[in-house]
């Protein structure tokens, strides 16, 4: 079975700075998806980012960025200009291409965010 | 647009009394739809999966039960709840054919058993 594992239960950036929140995942597939997820005070899970495991190039939405390293079985998300609305508590996940997989995905135990004015 | 609702956003029920969550996805067809718990500060728990009408997969023997009586339609359920059922419950949709643009979060359920 497939873990994720954030090692950084807690992580504090000053705004404007940047920060980067690790994530290590363990599996014997190849061919494989992986997501960071943003929970905020409400509650509301939002997917933040996505890499797909056959694309060497690293996946950017805005500010945010993964440094997707596959050998290493890594996945670590930057985030640049950090903003108050960026705290939350955010979430590493992993889903197997596998067509029996049914969407199953394997999550981190998350990583609480904290940005400081 | 495509959106997922879940409804009630908070629950407060006493021990041995029945639940019904309820989840609908508007603006697509056929999706898989999921059921994840979420304890305090933790990350999220599969509880059950749906990959088409009738068709419930269950991932944690619980005091919990799922459906899917329409396509865009889940429904987690207990007979009687137990103090450990209390969590935040989250309903998911995943998004795209290959699954490789994730899910969409309904706003989700606090539960709280007394």
């Known amino acids: 079975a497939q873990t994720v594992t954030q090692s950084q239960p807690e992580m504090s950036v000053q705004e404007a700075e940047t920060v980067t929140l690790s994530c290590t995942y363990d599996t014997s597939e190849s061919d494989y998806y992986l997501f960071w997820y943003k929970q905020p005070p409400s509650r509301q899970m939002i997917l933040v980012i996505r890499?797909?495991?056959?694309?060497?190039q690293n996946a950017t939405e805005n500010r945010f960025s993964v440094n997707f390293q596959k050998a290493a079985k890594s996945f670590s998300l930057k985030i640049s200009d950090s903003q108050l609305g960026d705290a939350a508590m955010y979430f590493c996940a992993y889903r197997s291409a596998k067509s029996t997989n049914a969407g199953k995905s394997t999550f981190g135990d998350g990583t609480t965010l904290t940005v400081k004015p | 647009s495509q959106t997922i609702h879940q409804w009630p956003a908070t629950l407060v029920q006493p021990v041995g009394s029945p639940l019904s969550l309820e989840c609908t996805v508007e603006g697509t067809s056929n999706p898989n739809l999921y059921w994840y718990r979420q304890a305090a500060g933790r990350g999220l728990q599969l509880l059950f999966y749906s990959v088409g009408i009738g068709q419930i997969s269950s991932e944690v023997p619980q005091n919990l039960s799922a459906s899917r009586p329409q396509d865009r339609q889940f429904i987690l359920s207990s007979k009687k709840l137990l103090l450990s059922d209390s969590g935040f419950y989250l309903c998911a949709w995943e998004r795209g054919l290959r699954g490789n643009y994730g899910y969409t979060f309904g706003s989700g359920t606090r539960l709280t058993v007394v």
């Open positions: 890499q797909e495991a056959y694309k060497q």
